[in-house]
């Protein structure tokens, strides 16, 4: 009485097979995201551990870098990857750009040393912003693809080799580095002795690179909404005042309180409170929802980025070393022996 074509007419589109395409491809490209975090946190930990092994007055750091355990890295990567799926599109090309902003003006107001504390400290405040980037960068360059999903997955595929590689070369100096570099035997660790101080320079070059195309992306994203030019000003006008203003706020604040947790996570919260109230007049509610998940990212890599920034903290403060008062205590004894030896 019923054929199978009569039934399969009644069947809708199976709209949720789209959807749950969309959902694997939003967590490829997370955890493209967060593999691509893992690969700097990695560089930045062995570029660490190297300074701090070849000063004996940071042996403190050096034993914190050493006890960081695989499985918090794990926890830290997964984290960050489910953090990168759930916010969405347009939150994560908003992050990108005002991290972009933020980073070309604090660049230009410092100096031009690659190792400078204040620089590698913007790279360690980069990484959620970074994964973002990767992930907005690979949307839209996936966006209409046959096979969007296949090329997903072979750049998963690329991404967890190099974070392999850059973890393994972590736990390898984190191990034998005193050893090889003092035995001349590993010819890793003796690049590394011999080169380590470009690695700020290379991180550098990368991640102008994965922002840029990021920047690109998110502006593509993000105009994509719009139908009408009347639209997309009344968008991009409050938000580059916004911008503006919080830049003009941020840099004051790096001014008094640089380099300390504490100043990162109250920047943190002005920064997405501000992207809230700025979505809460043009966005949607959605929105509202990425920006919250945008906080747990942002304090999720400030957690995992703690011994880091401790470490900048202490390389921003050379004049506090105990070392350095010992001429001035050594004064005061040249008087006392002049005083003996006048009346003879």
């Not at 009344?234 to 001014?255: A, N």
Request: hydrophobic share 45%.
């Amino acid at each position: 009485m019923f054929s199978l074509p009569s039934l399969l007419s009644w069947v809708p589109s199976l709209p949720s097979l789209e959807w749950g395409s969309s959902l694997l491809d939003r967590l490829l490209q997370g955890l493209v995201g967060a593999l691509g975090v893992s690969v700097l946190n990695s560089l930045l930990k062995v570029y660490f551990f190297v300074g701090c092994a070849n000063d004996p007055e940071r042996r403190p750091q050096k034993e914190r870098l050493r006890a960081q355990r695989a499985w918090l890295e794990t926890l830290h990567l997964a984290g960050l990857a489910l953090l990168l799926t759930v916010v969405g599109v347009r939150v994560a090309a908003l992050v990108v750009l005002e991290f972009s902003l933020r980073a070309v003006s604090t660049l230009l107001s410092l100096g031009k040393g690659p190792r400078s504390p204040e620089r590698l400290q913007l790279y360690l405040l980069s990484q959620y912003s970074l994964g973002c980037g990767l992930a907005c960068g690979l949307s839209f360059l996936q966006e209409g693809a046959p096979h969007s999903t296949l090329n997903l997955l072979l750049s998963l595929g690329l991404a967890a080799l190099l974070g392999s590689g850059a973890r393994r070369l972590q736990r390898h100096v984190c191990l034998l580095y005193e050893l090889h570099s003092g035995q001349r035997y590993c010819g890793v660790c003796l690049g590394l002795l011999a080169g380590a101080h470009g690695l700020p320079r290379l991180l550098g070059r990368a991640l102008a690179v994965a922002f840029a195309v990021g920047n690109l992306a998110a502006v593509a994203l993000i105009n994509q909404d719009f139908l009408s030019t009347s639209e997309a000003v009344r968008f991009w006008t409050p938000l580059t005042i916004c911008y503006t203003l919080l830049v003009i706020y941020m840099q004051e604040e790096q001014r008094q309180q640089r380099l300390s947790l504490r100043g990162q996570v109250q920047t943190v919260l002005v920064r997405m409170g501000s992207l809230f109230v700025l979505l809460l007049t043009v966005g949607r509610w959605l929105d509202l929802l990425g920006v919250l998940v945008s906080l747990l990212g942002e304090l999720w890599c400030l957690v995992g980025a703690r011994t880091l920034l401790d470490l900048c903290q202490i390389q921003g403060l050379p004049t506090q070393r105990p070392s350095e008062p010992a001429p001035s205590q050594s004064l005061p004894s040249t008087p006392a022996r002049s005083q003996k030896t006048a009346p003879s």
